[in-house]
């Protein structure tokens, strides 16, 4: 992934949300799809995308279906009820931590 | 860029070396194999693999540490579900069934004319079930996946096949096993109690292995 620490943290919320999104991907298609939403940016490297996605599909926000494509097994990843309801939480918690952060660090005035 | 028969053998029987779980292959390779198409046309084969490799898992030795992650994934979700696979058959509406089972078991043990003997056949058999489901999901690997390759969830199911025979297999050993009095009159409640354990045990281990085919389509 980018050697950005915050982006790192946010990996599980970035997969739920593009999942809400798209519905069903599989593995390389997340990598391209970051990479195109943020310009060539972001890339998710180090081996960090199949972890994160299997241990949110361990936690039961993702489940996974296979289809035989070019004579290969291809694995994708859809959002589970309770995944569903965990992109709703994951981004409310990002929000919130980008508003604490702007305050912080003096990039807007404190909301009152 | 489109590999030659020769170099996907090459590609298969690096990551064959490389990796020990089915599972773990069968994602990078697509991953890698889909991420080829994309390389230019300019560059090797040799060069595109490693390109993929180095910017999308790290390093080439990075690729243990992936499928270490894929293998705990894997692992954890089928003992979510195994548990979830349980917790049903206590939880509106498996419940019901479950109620209505205790009390047919209760009612068949109680009045039917079986020896000891062959309740305890019935409880063996019950211990025996969950390695009959590990033969069936080794038999069914080979069969509909066409592999013999290793499985991230092996070790689980071997756990899972292991335990009953364990628990099952003191008592029969120790406990009056050569009069049987366990399994005597007087003795229903519990009977049915380890029978219908017994019972739920292996209905979501048969579970969990019906849903490791359930989207497993063959090549």
Same mark, same amino acid.
Do not use: C
């Given at each position: 992934?980018?050697?950005?620490?915050?982006?790192?943290?946010?990996?599980?919320?970035i997969?739920l949300?593009?999942?809400?999104?798209?519905?069903?991907? %599989?593995?390389?298609?997340?990598?391209?799809?970051?990479k195109?939403?943020?310009?060539?940016? #972001?890339?998710?490297t180090e081996g960090? @995308?199949?972890?994160? @996605?299997?241990?949110?599909?361990?936690? +039961?926000? !993702? &489940?996974?279906?296979?289809?035989?494509?070019d004579?290969? /097994?291809?694995k994708?990843?859809?959002l589970?009820?309770?995944?569903? $309801?965990e /992109?709703t939480?994951?981004l409310?918690e990002?929000?919130?931590?980008?508003?604490?952060?702007?305050?912080l660090?003096?990039?807007?005035p404190? *909301? $009152? | 860029m $489109?590999?030659?028969?020769e170099?996907?053998?090459?590609?298969?029987?690096?990551l064959?070396?490389?990796?020990v %779980?089915?599972e773990?292959?069968?994602?990078?390779?697509?991953?890698?194999?889909? *991420?080829l198409?994309?390389?230019?046309?300019?560059?090797? %084969?040799?060069?595109a693999?490693?390109?993929?490799?180095?910017?999308?898992?790290?390093?080439p030795?990075? !690729?243990?540490?992936v499928?270490?992650g894929?293998?705990?994934?894997l #692992?954890?979700? *089928?003992i979510r579900?195994?548990f979830?696979?349980?917790?049903?058959?206590?939880? =509106?509406p498996?419940?019901?069934?479950?109620?209505t089972g205790?009390m047919?078991?209760? %009612?068949?043990?109680?009045?039917s004319?079986?020896?000891?003997g062959i309740?305890?056949?019935i =409880?063996?058999?019950? #211990?025996?079930?969950?390695s009959?489901i590990? @033969?069936?999901?080794?038999?069914n690997? +080979?069969?509909?996946?066409?592999?013999?390759?290793?499985?991230?969830?092996?070790?689980?199911? &071997?756990? =899972?096949t292991? #335990?009953?025979?364990?628990?099952?297999l003191i008592?029969?050993a120790?406990?009056?096993?050569?009069?049987y009095?366990?399994?005597?009159?007087?003795?229903?409640?519990?009977?049915?109690?380890?029978?219908?354990?017994? /019972? /739920?045990?292996?209905?979501a @281990?048969y579970?969990?292995?019906k849903?490791?085919?359930?989207n *497993?389509?063959?090549?």
């Amino acid at each position: 992934m980018s050697t950005n620490p915050l982006l790192k943290g946010s990996l599980q919320t970035i997969i739920l949300k593009l999942l809400e999104d798209n519905d069903e991907m %599989y593995g390389y298609e997340i990598t391209q799809k970051v990479k195109e939403v943020s310009d060539g940016e #972001v890339m998710l490297t180090e081996g960090a @995308l199949y972890p994160a @996605l299997h241990k949110l599909e361990a936690d +039961g926000f !993702l &489940e996974t279906f296979t289809q035989i494509v070019d004579n290969r /097994v291809r694995k994708y990843y859809r959002l589970t009820e309770r995944g569903g $309801k965990e /992109v709703t939480s994951k981004l409310t918690e990002a929000r919130a931590f980008i508003d604490q952060l702007q305050t912080l660090l003096n990039l807007k005035p404190a *909301a $009152k | 860029m $489109k590999p030659t028969d020769e170099q996907l053998k090459t590609l298969q029987d690096y990551l064959h070396e490389t990796l020990v %779980y089915r599972e773990a292959y069968e994602e990078i390779y697509d991953h890698i194999l889909t *991420a080829l198409e994309d390389q230019p046309g300019n560059i090797s %084969y040799q060069d595109a693999i490693n390109n993929i490799i180095r910017n999308d898992f790290g390093d080439p030795k990075n !690729l243990l540490k992936v499928e270490k992650g894929i293998k705990e994934g894997l #692992v954890n979700d *089928a003992i979510r579900k195994y548990f979830a696979y349980l917790k049903s058959y206590f939880t =509106f509406p498996g419940i019901f069934y479950t109620i209505t089972g205790v009390m047919a078991s209760y %009612y068949f043990f109680s009045y039917s004319a079986f020896s000891p003997g062959i309740i305890f056949w019935i =409880f063996a058999f019950l #211990v025996i079930a969950p390695s009959v489901i590990w @033969l069936m999901r080794l038999y069914n690997t +080979g069969y509909i996946l066409d592999t013999t390759r290793k499985s991230a969830r092996d070790k689980l199911f &071997e756990t =899972f096949t292991g #335990v009953p025979i364990r628990i099952g297999l003191i008592p029969m050993a120790f406990i009056n096993l050569t009069d049987y009095k366990i399994w005597q009159e007087n003795n229903y409640y519990f009977i049915t109690l380890f029978f219908v354990i017994g /019972v /739920v045990y292996n209905l979501a @281990l048969y579970r969990l292995y019906k849903d490791e085919f359930n989207n *497993a389509p063959a090549i």
